[in-house]
């Protein structure tokens, strides 16, 4: 960057101070908050924010030094709330995502429902494609069960969200089926759910840089106790299932899918 493009030491100093007044107008928005979803505490955090972000871009253009505020990103953010103050109604909208890690797994687990629900062995069938199987394990399980047993089905997840909406009135039978999700509007968030192994790789940076970062480790030791079962082990795990034996990571006890380590992040108002 040339000098004439430099921004003088008076801007720099007039971003400086720019802060220190969004900060005291952020602590007064802050005390005089009237509740969880005060729209001046967050058009008070934006501005502070803004000011923030300004100050470290000049002060770098400037002086080649930099501040350490770190301005959160938008998408980890809830826009601000302009639903209803006393919601009369509510939608709580869901995604799972999995891969096919399995699929011989999931063929054979698919195959044992359809031969249960015909009395015997079929000999093909709905369960003999991938895609006709996801349709008789998910046509048999509630999702909330197939999401704590997803490693039995041969799937392994992927990110998670759970949106809790707020509505002036409850919709009208078969309303939205034919397009569940075409209405969700972020300002009617109530609270917000989200589980990614995004956050894990986040947690696994920052303790590389941590006093654990030069740590030996034997690459031979198997770090990882959760391995695969072989599809001759389906039964003794179907019968501890029956018994009530499952109260381990993907149990009834995880029935949030969260036995493999993955972590929630909340987002809320």
């Not at 939205?176 to 609270?191: E, K, N, T, Y």
């Amino acid at each position: 960057m040339s000098d004439a493009a430099q921004p003088t030491a008076a801007e720099v100093r007039a971003a400086a101070e720019a802060v220190k007044t969004a900060l005291d107008r952020h602590l007064a928005a802050v005390e005089r908050r009237s509740g969880e979803d005060d729209p001046a505490v967050y058009e008070a955090f934006n501005e502070l924010a803004a000011a923030a972000e300004e100050y470290d871009e000049l002060l770098y253009d400037r002086h080649d030094e930099v501040t350490p505020f770190e301005i959160p990103a938008a998408e980890d953010a809830l826009p601000p709330y302009r639903g209803p103050e006393e919601a009369n109604a509510l939608s709580v909208l869901i995604r799972r995502d999995y891969a096919v890690a399995e699929p011989q797994r999931l063929l054979a687990q698919a195959q044992r429902v359809s031969d249960l629900d015909a009395g015997g062995p079929g000999g093909g069938g709905p369960a003999d494609t991938v895609h006709g199987a996801l349709g008789v394990l998910f046509g048999e399980f509630e999702p909330d069960e197939i999401a704590s047993r997803h490693k039995e089905f041969g799937l392994e997840e992927g990110d998670s969200t759970l949106w809790v909406t707020a509505s002036d009135s409850a919709a009208e039978p078969g309303e939205w089926l034919s397009a569940p999700f075409d209405q969700a509007d972020p300002h009617r968030v109530i609270c917000r759910f989200d589980v990614s192994a995004v956050f894990d790789d986040e947690l696994d940076d920052d303790a590389l840089d941590g006093s654990d970062a030069d740590l030996d480790v034997d690459p031979d030791v198997d770090l990882d106790p959760d391995v695969a079962v072989p599809l001759d082990e389906v039964d003794e795990l179907d019968e501890r299932d029956e018994a009530g034996d499952s109260d381990g990571p993907g149990g009834p006890g995880d029935a949030a899918g969260l036995g493999d380590g993955r972590r929630p992040r909340r987002a809320g108002l």
